[in-house]
Protein backbone atom coordinates (compact mmCIF):
# COMPACT_ATOMS: atom_id res chain seq x y z
CA UNK A 1 0.00 0.00 0.00
CA UNK A 2 1.11 3.51 -0.87
CA UNK A 3 0.71 6.73 0.43
CA UNK A 4 0.33 9.60 -1.21
CA UNK A 5 -0.46 13.21 -0.72
CA UNK A 6 -2.05 15.50 -2.57
CA UNK A 7 -1.21 18.78 -2.35
CA UNK A 8 -1.59 19.41 1.02
CA UNK A 9 -1.80 22.67 3.18
CA UNK A 10 -2.58 23.24 6.61
CA UNK A 11 -2.81 26.66 9.10
CA UNK A 12 -3.83 26.48 12.40
CA UNK A 13 -5.71 29.72 12.82
CA UNK A 14 -3.65 32.40 10.76
CA UNK A 15 -0.72 30.46 11.11
CA UNK A 16 0.03 28.99 7.92
CA UNK A 17 2.02 25.60 9.12
CA UNK A 18 1.94 23.77 5.57
CA UNK A 19 2.13 24.43 2.51
CA UNK A 20 0.85 23.16 -0.71
CA UNK A 21 3.10 19.50 -0.03
CA UNK A 22 2.80 16.40 -2.64
CA UNK A 23 4.90 13.42 -1.97
CA UNK A 24 4.36 9.81 -2.07
CA UNK A 25 5.49 7.39 0.03
CA UNK A 26 6.06 3.86 -1.96
CA UNK A 27 5.75 0.47 -0.66
CA UNK A 28 8.06 -1.01 1.19
CA UNK A 29 10.60 2.37 1.41
CA UNK A 30 11.73 4.46 4.46
CA UNK A 31 10.85 8.59 3.46
CA UNK A 32 12.45 10.35 6.34
CA UNK A 33 11.13 14.28 6.68
CA UNK A 34 13.56 16.69 8.21
CA UNK A 35 13.45 20.12 8.26
CA UNK A 36 14.04 22.89 11.22
CA UNK A 37 11.87 22.83 14.13
CA UNK A 38 8.57 23.94 13.53
CA UNK A 39 8.13 23.68 10.19
CA UNK A 40 5.39 21.23 10.73
CA UNK A 41 7.23 18.10 10.39
CA UNK A 42 5.13 15.84 12.80
CA UNK A 43 1.75 17.99 12.06
CA UNK A 44 2.84 16.37 8.56
CA UNK A 45 2.86 13.06 10.26
CA UNK A 46 -0.56 13.36 12.46
CA UNK A 47 -2.45 14.59 8.63
CA UNK A 48 -0.75 11.18 7.39
CA UNK A 49 -2.51 9.27 10.32
CA UNK A 50 -5.59 10.73 10.28
CA UNK A 51 -4.95 12.50 13.90
CA UNK A 52 -5.54 16.12 12.30
CA UNK A 53 -7.73 16.88 9.09
CA UNK A 54 -5.55 19.19 6.12
CA UNK A 55 -6.84 22.44 5.92
CA UNK A 56 -6.58 21.87 1.75
CA UNK A 57 -5.18 18.73 -0.21
CA UNK A 58 -6.04 15.48 0.38
CA UNK A 59 -4.05 12.35 1.89
CA UNK A 60 -4.78 8.81 -0.42
CA UNK A 61 -4.09 5.42 0.31
CA UNK A 62 -3.55 3.71 -2.81
CA UNK A 63 -3.77 -0.02 -3.20
CA UNK A 64 -5.91 -2.53 -0.20
CA UNK A 65 -3.26 -2.94 2.80
CA UNK A 66 -1.33 -6.44 3.31
CA UNK A 67 -3.67 -9.29 4.53
CA UNK A 68 -3.87 -9.21 8.22
CA UNK A 69 -3.51 -5.96 8.63
CA UNK A 70 -5.24 -4.40 11.79
CA UNK A 71 -4.21 -0.92 11.65
CA UNK A 72 -2.77 0.31 8.10
CA UNK A 73 -1.29 3.62 9.62
CA UNK A 74 0.14 3.23 12.78
CA UNK A 75 2.37 5.91 14.59
CA UNK A 76 5.55 5.31 16.72
CA UNK A 77 5.25 8.31 19.17
CA UNK A 78 8.61 10.16 20.39
CA UNK A 79 7.66 9.79 23.77
CA UNK A 80 6.73 6.24 23.64
CA UNK A 81 3.06 7.02 25.03
CA UNK A 82 2.39 3.21 26.91
CA UNK A 83 0.32 3.06 29.27
CA UNK A 84 2.20 3.14 32.70
CA UNK A 85 -0.67 1.03 34.43
CA UNK A 86 -0.47 -1.89 31.99
CA UNK A 87 2.99 -4.65 31.45
CA UNK A 88 4.56 -4.72 28.36
CA UNK A 89 2.63 -7.60 27.42
CA UNK A 90 -0.64 -5.42 28.51
CA UNK A 91 0.53 -2.70 26.64
CA UNK A 92 0.87 -4.95 23.34
CA UNK A 93 -3.01 -6.78 24.15
CA UNK A 94 -4.76 -3.11 24.45
CA UNK A 95 -3.95 -2.72 20.83
CA UNK A 96 -5.09 -6.03 20.01
CA UNK A 97 -8.36 -6.20 22.49
CA UNK A 98 -10.23 -4.20 20.54
CA UNK A 99 -10.05 -6.36 17.10
CA UNK A 100 -11.38 -9.45 19.02
CA UNK A 101 -7.66 -10.89 19.90
CA UNK A 102 -7.56 -12.63 22.98
CA UNK A 103 -6.00 -15.87 24.19
CA UNK A 104 -3.90 -18.05 22.70
CA UNK A 105 -3.86 -15.98 19.23
CA UNK A 106 -2.81 -12.90 21.10
CA UNK A 107 -0.10 -14.49 23.00
CA UNK A 108 1.24 -16.30 19.90
CA UNK A 109 1.32 -12.24 18.17
CA UNK A 110 2.83 -10.85 21.61
CA UNK A 111 5.32 -13.75 21.58
CA UNK A 112 6.67 -12.84 17.91
CA UNK A 113 6.76 -9.39 18.39
CA UNK A 114 8.50 -9.48 21.36
CA UNK A 115 10.70 -12.10 19.89
CA UNK A 116 11.59 -9.37 16.82
CA UNK A 117 12.12 -7.15 18.99
CA UNK A 118 14.54 -8.35 21.91
CA UNK A 119 12.17 -7.94 24.84
CA UNK A 120 10.56 -11.43 25.59
CA UNK A 121 12.07 -11.54 29.11
CA UNK A 122 10.27 -8.39 29.62
CA UNK A 123 6.81 -9.15 28.87
CA UNK A 124 5.57 -9.10 32.39
CA UNK A 125 7.48 -5.20 33.39
CA UNK A 126 6.28 -2.62 33.59
CA UNK A 127 6.75 0.77 31.80
CA UNK A 128 8.57 2.40 35.01
CA UNK A 129 10.72 -0.38 35.34
CA UNK A 130 11.98 -0.46 31.52
CA UNK A 131 15.20 2.10 30.11
CA UNK A 132 14.47 4.41 27.45
CA UNK A 133 15.24 2.51 24.55
CA UNK A 134 13.28 -0.17 25.98
CA UNK A 135 10.31 1.41 25.91
CA UNK A 136 10.58 3.03 22.31
CA UNK A 137 11.56 -0.96 21.57
CA UNK A 138 8.03 -1.84 23.43
CA UNK A 139 6.37 0.85 21.51
CA UNK A 140 7.86 -0.45 18.47
CA UNK A 141 6.64 -4.28 19.03
CA UNK A 142 2.98 -2.57 19.79
CA UNK A 143 3.22 -0.91 16.51
CA UNK A 144 4.60 -4.03 14.64
CA UNK A 145 1.64 -6.16 16.60
CA UNK A 146 -1.27 -4.59 14.62
CA UNK A 147 0.65 -5.53 10.94
CA UNK A 148 0.77 -1.88 10.04
CA UNK A 149 0.95 -0.94 6.17
CA UNK A 150 2.63 1.94 7.16
CA UNK A 151 4.28 3.04 10.29
CA UNK A 152 4.34 6.56 11.04
CA UNK A 153 7.03 7.55 13.12
CA UNK A 154 7.25 10.52 15.20
CA UNK A 155 11.04 11.37 16.50
CA UNK A 156 11.29 7.63 17.70
CA UNK A 157 15.15 8.00 19.21
CA UNK A 158 14.90 11.76 20.05
CA UNK A 159 14.07 11.18 23.85
CA UNK A 160 17.16 8.95 23.83
CA UNK A 161 20.63 9.42 24.83
CA UNK A 162 23.08 8.52 21.46
CA UNK A 163 23.82 5.55 22.15
CA UNK A 164 20.82 3.92 22.92
CA UNK A 165 19.80 5.44 19.54
CA UNK A 166 22.91 4.16 17.91
CA UNK A 167 21.72 0.27 18.79
CA UNK A 168 18.14 1.26 17.85
CA UNK A 169 18.60 2.41 14.77
CA UNK A 170 21.08 -1.01 13.92
CA UNK A 171 17.52 -2.93 15.36
CA UNK A 172 15.25 -0.83 12.85
CA UNK A 173 17.39 -1.74 9.92
CA UNK A 174 17.51 -5.71 11.12
CA UNK A 175 13.80 -5.77 11.39
CA UNK A 176 13.39 -3.36 7.99
CA UNK A 177 15.67 -6.32 6.28
CA UNK A 178 14.17 -9.26 7.76
CA UNK A 179 10.57 -7.92 6.98
CA UNK A 180 9.86 -4.56 4.41
CA UNK A 181 8.03 -2.17 6.18
CA UNK A 182 6.86 0.92 4.84
CA UNK A 183 7.52 4.06 7.04
CA UNK A 184 7.64 8.15 7.14
CA UNK A 185 10.09 8.62 9.43
CA UNK A 186 10.27 12.41 10.90
CA UNK A 187 13.31 13.50 12.36
CA UNK A 188 15.71 16.27 13.01
CA UNK A 189 18.89 14.19 13.37
CA UNK A 190 20.24 13.73 9.76
CA UNK A 191 22.52 11.07 10.69
CA UNK A 192 19.69 8.89 11.53
CA UNK A 193 17.80 10.22 8.18
CA UNK A 194 20.93 9.21 6.05
CA UNK A 195 20.50 5.86 7.77
CA UNK A 196 17.36 4.79 8.12
CA UNK A 197 16.06 6.65 4.52
CA UNK A 198 15.48 5.21 1.03
CA UNK A 199 14.80 8.85 0.59
CA UNK A 200 15.00 12.15 2.42
CA UNK A 201 12.38 15.10 2.08
CA UNK A 202 13.96 18.19 3.18
CA UNK A 203 11.17 20.34 4.43
CA UNK A 204 11.90 24.60 4.20
CA UNK A 205 11.02 26.46 7.70
CA UNK A 206 7.32 27.55 8.41
CA UNK A 207 5.25 27.17 6.29
CA UNK A 208 7.00 23.71 5.45
CA UNK A 209 7.27 23.84 1.55
CA UNK A 210 9.22 20.76 0.13
CA UNK A 211 12.90 22.16 -0.70
CA UNK A 212 14.02 18.79 -2.04
CA UNK A 213 14.03 15.15 -2.35
CA UNK A 214 17.20 13.26 -1.41
CA UNK A 215 17.00 9.73 -2.89
CA UNK A 216 20.13 7.42 -1.32
CA UNK A 217 20.40 4.22 -3.28
CA UNK A 218 22.58 1.95 -0.92
CA UNK A 219 20.92 -0.67 0.68
CA UNK A 220 20.12 -0.26 4.39
CA UNK A 221 22.44 -2.77 5.73
CA UNK A 222 25.34 -1.78 3.82
CA UNK A 223 25.16 1.89 5.39
CA UNK A 224 27.04 1.84 8.59
CA UNK A 225 27.94 4.68 11.14
CA UNK A 226 30.93 6.95 9.38
CA UNK A 227 30.51 5.92 5.94
CA UNK A 228 32.23 8.68 3.63
CA UNK A 229 29.18 8.79 0.91
CA UNK A 230 26.77 9.26 3.81
CA UNK A 231 28.81 12.03 5.37
CA UNK A 232 28.49 13.64 2.20
CA UNK A 233 24.86 13.31 1.55
CA UNK A 234 24.64 14.82 5.38
CA UNK A 235 26.81 17.74 4.72
CA UNK A 236 24.57 18.44 1.88
CA UNK A 237 21.58 18.30 3.43
CA UNK A 238 23.05 20.36 6.58
CA UNK A 239 24.02 22.99 4.22
CA UNK A 240 20.87 23.28 2.47
CA UNK A 241 19.32 23.58 6.48
CA UNK A 242 21.36 25.20 8.06
CA UNK A 243 20.03 29.24 6.99
CA UNK A 244 16.85 27.53 7.28
CA UNK A 245 17.25 26.02 10.38
CA UNK A 246 18.86 29.78 11.86
CA UNK A 247 16.23 31.92 10.35
CA UNK A 248 13.80 29.47 11.86
CA UNK A 249 15.46 29.52 16.04
CA UNK A 250 15.05 33.48 15.36
CA UNK A 251 11.74 32.97 14.46
CA UNK A 252 10.92 31.60 17.45
CA UNK A 253 12.66 33.92 19.61
CA UNK A 254 10.40 36.87 18.52
CA UNK A 255 7.11 35.22 19.03
CA UNK B 1 39.02 33.66 48.44
CA UNK B 2 38.64 36.47 50.46
CA UNK B 3 41.90 36.03 51.91
CA UNK B 4 44.66 35.34 49.25
CA UNK B 5 47.45 34.98 51.79
CA UNK B 6 46.07 31.96 52.99
CA UNK B 7 46.81 28.40 50.83
CA UNK B 8 43.62 27.84 50.03
CA UNK B 9 41.76 24.46 52.26
CA UNK B 10 40.29 22.21 50.04
CA UNK B 11 36.42 22.42 51.69
CA UNK B 12 34.26 19.29 51.33
CA UNK B 13 31.16 20.12 49.50
CA UNK B 14 28.50 20.97 51.43
CA UNK B 15 25.60 18.32 51.01
CA UNK B 16 22.26 20.12 49.98
CA UNK B 17 20.12 17.84 47.80
CA UNK B 18 17.71 15.08 48.86
CA UNK B 19 14.14 15.37 50.98
CA UNK B 20 10.50 16.30 49.04
CA UNK B 21 10.63 12.37 48.83
CA UNK B 22 7.96 11.36 51.45
CA UNK B 23 8.96 8.29 53.38
CA UNK B 24 7.05 5.45 55.07
CA UNK B 25 7.59 5.72 58.82
CA UNK B 26 5.34 3.21 60.15
CA UNK B 27 5.58 4.34 63.97
CA UNK B 28 5.67 8.18 64.35
CA UNK B 29 1.70 8.61 63.70
CA UNK B 30 0.95 6.59 66.86
CA UNK B 31 3.99 7.81 68.88
CA UNK B 32 2.54 11.42 68.11
CA UNK B 33 -0.92 9.81 69.18
CA UNK B 34 0.65 8.54 72.24
CA UNK B 35 2.15 11.60 73.39
CA UNK B 36 -0.54 13.96 73.33
CA UNK B 37 -2.44 10.77 75.18
CA UNK B 38 -0.02 10.49 77.70
CA UNK B 39 0.69 14.16 78.09
CA UNK B 40 -2.91 14.85 78.78
CA UNK B 41 -3.35 11.88 81.04
CA UNK B 42 -0.23 13.35 83.54
CA UNK B 43 -1.76 16.58 83.18
CA UNK B 44 -5.11 15.58 84.61
CA UNK B 45 -3.93 13.54 87.10
CA UNK B 46 -1.35 16.22 88.76
CA UNK B 47 -3.94 18.83 88.37
CA UNK B 48 -2.51 21.23 85.86
CA UNK B 49 -5.14 20.53 83.39
CA UNK B 50 -8.49 20.89 85.00
CA UNK B 51 -10.93 18.25 85.12
CA UNK B 52 -13.43 21.22 83.05
CA UNK B 53 -10.65 21.24 80.29
CA UNK B 54 -10.46 18.12 79.13
CA UNK B 55 -11.33 14.63 80.99
CA UNK B 56 -8.85 12.29 81.91
CA UNK B 57 -7.92 9.81 78.80
CA UNK B 58 -8.48 6.65 80.92
CA UNK B 59 -12.14 8.22 82.49
CA UNK B 60 -12.93 8.26 78.53
CA UNK B 61 -11.56 4.51 78.09
CA UNK B 62 -13.64 3.62 81.08
CA UNK B 63 -16.68 5.30 79.54
CA UNK B 64 -15.83 3.50 76.29
CA UNK B 65 -15.60 0.13 78.28
CA UNK B 66 -19.31 1.04 79.61
CA UNK B 67 -20.39 1.39 75.99
CA UNK B 68 -18.92 -1.58 75.24
CA UNK B 69 -20.76 -3.67 78.07
CA UNK B 70 -24.08 -2.15 77.95
CA UNK B 71 -24.48 -2.80 74.23
CA UNK B 72 -24.97 0.87 73.42
CA UNK B 73 -22.02 0.96 71.72
CA UNK B 74 -23.23 -0.77 68.66
CA UNK B 75 -26.69 0.07 68.86
CA UNK B 76 -24.82 3.90 67.80
CA UNK B 77 -22.29 2.86 65.85
CA UNK B 78 -24.32 0.18 63.70
CA UNK B 79 -27.23 2.56 62.37
CA UNK B 80 -24.36 5.24 62.36
CA UNK B 81 -22.33 2.89 59.62
CA UNK B 82 -25.37 2.30 58.08
CA UNK B 83 -26.21 5.86 57.02
CA UNK B 84 -22.64 6.35 56.22
CA UNK B 85 -22.26 3.51 53.99
CA UNK B 86 -25.48 4.73 51.86
CA UNK B 87 -25.25 8.26 51.76
CA UNK B 88 -21.52 7.65 50.79
CA UNK B 89 -22.10 5.07 48.56
CA UNK B 90 -24.73 7.03 46.74
CA UNK B 91 -23.15 10.39 46.95
CA UNK B 92 -19.48 9.17 45.48
CA UNK B 93 -20.99 7.18 42.61
CA UNK B 94 -23.18 9.60 41.42
CA UNK B 95 -20.67 11.76 41.91
CA UNK B 96 -17.81 9.91 40.04
CA UNK B 97 -20.39 8.98 37.06
CA UNK B 98 -21.41 13.41 36.62
CA UNK B 99 -17.33 13.73 36.98
CA UNK B 100 -16.16 11.70 34.31
CA UNK B 101 -19.30 12.69 32.18
CA UNK B 102 -17.98 16.64 33.30
CA UNK B 103 -14.39 15.46 31.85
CA UNK B 104 -15.34 13.78 28.55
CA UNK B 105 -18.49 16.01 27.46
CA UNK B 106 -18.16 19.66 26.69
CA UNK B 107 -22.02 20.33 26.83
CA UNK B 108 -22.23 18.40 30.26
CA UNK B 109 -19.09 20.54 31.56
CA UNK B 110 -20.64 23.84 30.24
CA UNK B 111 -23.89 22.84 31.95
CA UNK B 112 -22.73 21.17 35.34
CA UNK B 113 -19.44 23.22 36.04
CA UNK B 114 -21.27 26.42 37.40
CA UNK B 115 -23.88 24.44 38.81
CA UNK B 116 -21.35 22.21 40.89
CA UNK B 117 -19.36 25.55 41.58
CA UNK B 118 -22.95 26.63 43.10
CA UNK B 119 -23.58 24.16 45.37
CA UNK B 120 -20.39 23.39 46.75
CA UNK B 121 -20.22 26.09 49.14
CA UNK B 122 -24.13 25.40 50.59
CA UNK B 123 -23.52 23.91 53.89
CA UNK B 124 -25.20 21.05 53.25
CA UNK B 125 -26.96 20.74 57.24
CA UNK B 126 -28.65 24.07 56.37
CA UNK B 127 -30.89 22.37 53.97
CA UNK B 128 -31.76 19.07 56.26
CA UNK B 129 -35.08 20.72 56.68
CA UNK B 130 -35.34 20.86 53.04
CA UNK B 131 -34.58 17.10 53.18
CA UNK B 132 -36.92 16.31 55.67
CA UNK B 133 -39.37 17.56 53.46
CA UNK B 134 -38.74 16.23 50.94
CA UNK B 135 -37.53 12.60 51.77
CA UNK B 136 -38.95 12.54 55.22
CA UNK B 137 -38.00 12.78 58.80
CA UNK B 138 -36.56 8.80 58.57
CA UNK B 139 -33.18 7.68 57.51
CA UNK B 140 -33.81 8.74 54.14
CA UNK B 141 -33.41 12.48 54.69
CA UNK B 142 -30.27 11.16 56.71
CA UNK B 143 -28.83 9.83 53.41
CA UNK B 144 -29.57 11.93 50.89
CA UNK B 145 -27.58 14.38 52.87
CA UNK B 146 -24.91 12.60 52.87
CA UNK B 147 -24.90 11.64 49.51
CA UNK B 148 -25.39 15.65 48.70
CA UNK B 149 -22.32 16.15 50.77
CA UNK B 150 -19.93 13.75 49.28
CA UNK B 151 -20.86 14.61 45.70
CA UNK B 152 -19.71 18.07 45.37
CA UNK B 153 -16.00 17.16 46.38
CA UNK B 154 -16.28 13.94 44.45
CA UNK B 155 -17.51 15.48 41.34
CA UNK B 156 -14.93 18.37 41.59
CA UNK B 157 -11.71 15.65 42.08
CA UNK B 158 -12.79 13.42 39.28
CA UNK B 159 -13.61 15.75 36.25
CA UNK B 160 -10.05 17.24 37.62
CA UNK B 161 -8.70 13.82 37.29
CA UNK B 162 -9.90 12.92 34.24
CA UNK B 163 -8.97 16.38 32.21
CA UNK B 164 -5.27 15.60 33.89
CA UNK B 165 -5.00 12.18 31.83
CA UNK B 166 -2.13 12.62 29.69
CA UNK B 167 -4.09 13.55 26.29
CA UNK B 168 -1.02 11.53 24.23
CA UNK B 169 -2.05 8.35 25.76
CA UNK B 170 -5.51 9.23 24.70
CA UNK B 171 -4.19 10.25 21.36
CA UNK B 172 -2.11 6.95 21.10
CA UNK B 173 -5.26 4.77 22.03
CA UNK B 174 -7.17 6.75 18.29
CA UNK B 175 -3.89 6.29 16.25
CA UNK B 176 -4.55 2.44 16.71
CA UNK B 177 -8.21 2.50 16.23
CA UNK B 178 -9.50 1.67 19.41
CA UNK B 179 -13.04 2.51 20.40
CA UNK B 180 -14.01 5.75 21.72
CA UNK B 181 -15.55 3.29 24.76
CA UNK B 182 -12.16 1.16 24.89
CA UNK B 183 -10.06 4.44 25.13
CA UNK B 184 -12.65 5.89 28.44
CA UNK B 185 -12.09 2.31 29.98
CA UNK B 186 -8.66 1.25 29.22
CA UNK B 187 -6.94 4.82 28.93
CA UNK B 188 -9.37 7.72 30.81
CA UNK B 189 -10.65 5.49 33.85
CA UNK B 190 -7.27 4.44 34.42
CA UNK B 191 -5.76 7.44 34.31
CA UNK B 192 -8.05 9.31 36.03
CA UNK B 193 -7.70 6.53 39.29
CA UNK B 194 -5.17 8.61 41.44
CA UNK B 195 -7.00 11.39 41.12
CA UNK B 196 -10.19 9.94 41.77
CA UNK B 197 -9.05 8.10 45.11
CA UNK B 198 -7.27 11.37 46.59
CA UNK B 199 -10.77 12.97 46.06
CA UNK B 200 -12.47 10.21 47.90
CA UNK B 201 -10.43 10.30 51.07
CA UNK B 202 -11.74 14.16 51.42
CA UNK B 203 -15.52 13.05 50.20
CA UNK B 204 -15.29 10.13 53.06
CA UNK B 205 -14.08 12.75 55.94
CA UNK B 206 -16.68 15.40 54.73
CA UNK B 207 -19.27 12.18 54.90
CA UNK B 208 -18.70 11.28 58.48
CA UNK B 209 -18.46 14.94 59.49
CA UNK B 210 -22.22 15.32 57.73
CA UNK B 211 -23.55 12.14 59.16
CA UNK B 212 -22.73 13.63 62.60
CA UNK B 213 -24.66 16.31 61.93
CA UNK B 214 -27.55 15.15 60.64
CA UNK B 215 -28.07 12.41 63.76
CA UNK B 216 -27.43 15.88 65.94
CA UNK B 217 -30.77 17.26 64.15
CA UNK B 218 -32.71 14.01 64.82
CA UNK B 219 -32.10 10.25 65.34
CA UNK B 220 -32.51 8.30 68.80
CA UNK B 221 -29.82 6.42 67.98
CA UNK B 222 -26.54 6.90 66.37
CA UNK B 223 -22.91 8.43 67.31
CA UNK B 224 -24.20 12.13 66.81
CA UNK B 225 -27.30 11.62 68.79
CA UNK B 226 -25.03 10.30 71.71
CA UNK B 227 -22.36 13.22 71.04
CA UNK B 228 -25.18 15.26 71.02
CA UNK B 229 -26.57 14.09 74.98
CA UNK B 230 -23.32 13.89 75.99
CA UNK B 231 -22.33 17.98 75.23
CA UNK B 232 -25.89 18.73 76.34
CA UNK B 233 -25.17 17.22 79.89
CA UNK B 234 -21.31 18.21 79.60
CA UNK B 235 -20.39 14.92 79.94
CA UNK B 236 -16.96 15.36 79.00
CA UNK B 237 -16.05 11.76 79.18
CA UNK B 238 -19.22 10.58 77.35
CA UNK B 239 -18.59 13.45 74.54
CA UNK B 240 -14.63 12.28 73.93
CA UNK B 241 -15.53 8.70 73.94
CA UNK B 242 -17.96 9.32 70.81
CA UNK B 243 -15.59 11.94 69.56
CA UNK B 244 -12.44 8.91 69.23
CA UNK B 245 -15.15 6.72 67.71
CA UNK B 246 -15.74 9.69 64.88
CA UNK B 247 -11.50 10.04 64.89
CA UNK B 248 -10.90 6.16 64.67
CA UNK B 249 -13.68 5.93 62.22
CA UNK B 250 -12.15 8.79 59.87
CA UNK B 251 -8.68 6.79 60.34
CA UNK B 252 -9.81 3.35 59.30
CA UNK B 253 -11.47 4.91 56.10
CA UNK B 254 -8.20 6.36 55.43
CA UNK B 255 -6.36 3.62 55.67
CA UNK B 256 -9.22 1.43 53.75
CA UNK B 257 -8.73 3.81 50.91
CA UNK B 258 -4.57 3.61 51.29
CA UNK B 259 -4.31 0.10 50.97
CA UNK B 260 -6.87 0.19 48.20
CA UNK B 261 -4.61 2.99 46.54
CA UNK B 262 -1.50 0.40 47.15
CA UNK B 263 -3.37 -2.27 45.34
CA UNK B 264 -4.43 -0.73 42.33
CA UNK B 265 -2.04 1.94 42.38
CA UNK B 266 1.11 -0.34 42.57
CA UNK B 267 2.07 0.71 38.89
CA UNK B 268 2.78 4.42 40.08
CA UNK B 269 5.19 4.17 43.13
Redesign the interface.
Given at each position: MDIRLDAISHSYGDTEVLRDISLDIPNGKIVCLVGPSGCGKSTLLRLIGGLERPSKGRVLQVGSPPEGCLNPLTFVFQDFALLPWRSVQGNISLVLEDHGIKGAQADAIITDVLARTKLSDFSKALPRQLSGGMKQRVAIARALAVKPAVMLMDEPLSALDSQTRELLMDDLVALWTRQFFTAAYVTHNLAEAVRLGHCIVVLSRRPGEIREIVEIDMPLADRSHGNAKLEQVQKHLWDMMRDEARAADEELLDV | MSDATLPSQPIEVRFRGGGFAPKARRWVGLFVFVLLIGITEIGTRQGWISSLTLPKPSDVLATFGELWESGLLFKHLIPSLSRLAVGATIGASIGIVVGILIGLFSYVRAGMVPLVAAIFPIPKIALLPLFVIWFGIDEASKYALIAFGTFTPTVVATYGAVDNVDR??I??G??????WL?IVR??VL??AMPGILSGLRISLAIAIILLVAAEMLGAEYGIGAYILEAGSLYDLERLFAGVVILSLLGVILSTVIGFIERRI?G???
Open positions: - | SLRMQSFGLSSKIPGLWRA
